[in-house]
């Protein structure tokens, strides 16, 4: 089976602008979750969709939202970017509450 | 609150010094714990899930044990290509909080050969 995929793989923006990342998930996995990392921070949380429906959310401002689409594709945007939004940010699938697995990540810089 | 915390936060291992590596968890009712490996700049793989204490599991140098209360990562005789931040994360059955998995600040294991 194929990994899970992220796009882009890296991204370079400036404050203000607006920044949508995509994560495609394995085939037969439904739910779907995003992750900021940053150096010395571990994981943090963003939010969890499953079928389409966000079930869990993390403690980030409204500026981080995100979907997932029918076939479980799921993209996360990032409006009015702060320099502090620079960081890794991972997806990762599982078929449920389940064992996680983790895309590659998007590494995104904000200047 | 449910809590997971990992020790030592950085470990220095000579090639084939065996050691552990801890991960202490407070929840409510536990539903899986999960350890992974990342290496600098990718994203975390999956190493073992454990449901039960006393559940054990291993690969290649690495066994994984869990207990009521913690659960350890054995690394056997390490190699320098067994570097890497180890994560840990606890999933509840506290449905309160819609099952979220708590993650532990993981370890930075360098094995120097």
């Known amino acids: 089976k194929a990994g899970v995929t992220q796009t882009p793989r890296y991204l370079i923006k400036t404050r203000g602008q607006q920044v949508t990342l995509s994560c495609s998930p394995i085939?037969?996995?439904?739910?779907v979750s995003w992750y900021q990392q940053t150096p010395g921070q571990g994981l943090q949380f963003l939010f969890e969709?499953?079928?389409?429906?966000?079930?869990n959310k993390g403690n980030f401002p409204g500026r981080f939202s995100g979907r997932q689409f029918s076939n479980s594709r799921s993209e996360m945007n990032v409006s009015t970017l702060e320099l502090g939004d620079s960081a890794l940010y991972l997806c990762?699938?599982?078929?449920?509450?389940?064992?996680?697995?983790f895309g590659p990540g998007t590494r995104l810089l904000v200047l | 609150e449910d809590q997971v915390t990992q020790s030592p936060e950085a470990l220095r291992l000579q090639e084939g010094e065996s050691s552990s590596l801890n991960c202490s968890y407070t929840?409510?009712?536990?539903?899986?714990l999960f350890w992974y490996r990342q290496d600098p700049g990718k994203g975390p793989e999956f190493l073992f899930t454990?449901?039960?204490?006393?559940e054990e599991k291993e690969k290649e140098r690495l066994k994984a044990t869990l207990t009521k209360k913690e659960s350890f990562l054995h690394i056997t005789a390490p190699k320098p290509e067994d570097s890497a931040t180890y994560l840990c994360?606890?999933?509840?059955?506290?449905?309160?909080?819609?099952?979220?998995?708590?993650w532990g600040l993981g370890t930075s294991l360098a094995v120097n050969p």
């Open positions: 990762a699938s599982a078929t449920d509450q389940e064992t996680q697995y």
């Open positions: 085939s037969g996995h439904r739910s």
């Open positions: 969709y499953f079928s389409e429906t966000q079930r």
């Open positions: 929840v409510s009712g536990l539903r899986g």
């Open positions: 454990l449901y039960s204490a006393g």
């Open positions: 994360a606890v999933r509840s059955n506290n449905a309160g909080n819609n099952r979220k998995l708590i």
